[in-house]
C-alpha cells in the first residue's frame, strides 16, 4: 500500500510548513528543538501532551506562540486545590429573556484549540477528570447535554516536578490519555545567553500565522491515511506487549517493571510514527520512526517496582533493552 499522488503532494506541504512553523518558533522560543518536534507530532496525530518541567522555561509562552502561528484559540487553565470542575467545562446559569427565565450555558476554557492546564496536579482528582471526557471524546457533557469542543483540540497539560506539598497525583486513567510524557530541560549556556539578549533588549520579534485550524484537521486526516507496513505495526504491538511482566517475560522486565502500557499505548505509538514521518516528508512509516517516538509514548504508561525505584531505574534507563526488539528484527 502506497500513499496516492494527492496525498504525496500534501505530505510535501506538510513538510513546507514544519520547516516554517520552526523558524517562526525560533524567532520567540530559544532552543527546545526536541519538545517543538514532539508537541507538532502531538498536535498532527490529535493526541495530547504532558510536559515536567520547572518554572521559569517559558512553557505558557511555547504553547501561546505556537497558537499564534498555527492561527488557533489559546486558553489556560491555572489549576490549583479550589479549581472547580465547572471552572474547566462551564455551567448553567439564568438568564432573563423576553419570554422569562431561562437557562444558558456558558463554555469554559476548555473550549479553546490549545488548552494549557498550567500545573495540573496541584487540582483533586475529581477536577482533574474534568479534562478526561473531553480529551478521549472531544465533547463536554453538562448538566445532562453534551457539546462538542472545537476542532483541533490540543491539551497540554504541565506539572512541577520540584514542589510536591499541595499536590494531588494524577490518575493511571488521564495520564494513559496523553499521547507524550515530555521533559522539559534547562537551556545551555549558549539558549541562555540568547535568551538573555533577547528578552531584555527592544521589542521582540512576533510569529507570523501560517495556517488554519481548517487546514490542521485536513492535515490529521491526511497523518492517519499515511500507510504502515505490517512489520511495522508488529513491531508496535510487541514492544508494548515487552512492558507488561508475565511468566515469560525476560528477566529484566519482570526484575523492574510493575504495570505496563495497555492498548492506547500501541494506537499512540503508530499515530505518534506517522505523524513524525509525515512532518519530515516520508510517504511510509518505517522502524526507525517508531524508535524516535517510543520514549516519550512510554515514558508516564510503564509503573516502575519497588526494586527498580529503589536501584534508581528509570523508564529512560529501561529504552535501550526496548529498542532491541526492533534491531534484533
Known amino acids: 500500500m502506497e500513499a496516492s499522488e494527492s496525498d504525496v503532494a500534501e505530505i510535501k506541504r506538510l513538510e513546507q510548513f514544519f520547516t ?14 526536541e519538545i517543538v518536534e514532539r508537541l507538532a507530532i502531538s498536535m498532527f496525530s490529535g493526541g495530547h501532551a504532558l510536559l515536567m518541567g520547572v518554572p521559569g522555561l517559558a512553557k505558557t509562552l511555547l504553547v501561546s506562540t505556537i497558537a499564534k502561528t498555527l492561527k488557533l484559540d489559546f486558553s489556560r487553565i491555572q489549576f490549583t486545590p479550589d479549581l472547580m470542575p465547572m471552572d474547566i467545562t462551564g455551567t448553567d446559569i439564568i438568564q432573563d429573556g423576553d419570554d422569562g427565565r431561562h437557562f444558558e450555558f456558558i ?24 479534562l478526561l471526557e473531553g480529551m478521549q471524546e472531544k465533547i463536554v457533557t453538562v448538566m445532562g447535554k453534551s457539546y ?16 510536591q506539598e499541595g499536590t494531588y497525583r494524577l490518575p493511571e ?16 549556556h549558549e539558549e541562555e545567553l540568547m535568551i538573555a539578549m533577547r528578552t531584555t533588549g527592544g521589542e521582540q520579534e512576533e510569529p507570523k500565522a501560517l495556517i488554519s485550524a481548517e487546514e490542521i484537521v485536513d492535515f490529521q486526516q491526511l497523518v492517519r491515511r499515511l500507510p504502515v507496513p505490517d512489520h ?7 514492544l508494548v506487549r515487552l512492558t507488561r511482566p508475565n511468566a515469560d517475560s525476560p528477566d529484566w522486565v519482570k526484575e523492574n517493571i510493575n504495570y505496563g502500557a495497555g492498548p492506547r499505548a500501541v494506537q499512540n505509538l503508530i499515530l505518534a510514527a506517522k505523524a513524525r514521518a509525515a512532518l519530515y516528508g516520508k510517504f511510509m512509516v518505517t522502524e526507525q520512526h517508531l524508535k524516535e517516538v517510543l520514549e516519550p509514548v512510554l515514558t508516564h504508561r510503564i509503573v516502575l517496582n519497588f526494586t527498580a525505584q529503589a536501584k534508581g531505574v528509570t523508564v529512560a534507563d529501561l529504552m535501550p533493552r526496548f529498542l532491541e526488539v526492533i534491531d534484533k528484527d
Not at 516554517?20 to 528543538?33: A, L, M, Y
Not at 486513567?173 to 545551555?188: E, I, K, S, V
Open 232 to 238: 511495522v505495526y508488529e513491531d508496535a504491538v510487541n
Open 107 to 130: 463554555k469554559g476554557p476548555i473550549f479553546g484549540n490549545i488548552v494549557l492546564a498550567d500545573e495540573i496536579n496541584r487540582a483533586p482528582a475529581k477536577t482533574q477528570s474534568a
Open 148 to 163: 462538542e469542543l472545537p476542532k483541533p483540540f490540543f491539551v497540554l497539560a504541565t506539572q512541577n516536578p520540584i514542589e
Open 173 to 188: 486513567a488521564q495520564l494513559d490519555r496523553f499521547m507524550f510524557f515530555l521533559n522539559l530541560d534547562y537551556p545551555t
Open 20 to 33: 516554517d512553523f520552526k523558524s517562526e518558533i525560533g524567532k520567540v522560543i530559544v532552543g527546545q528543538e
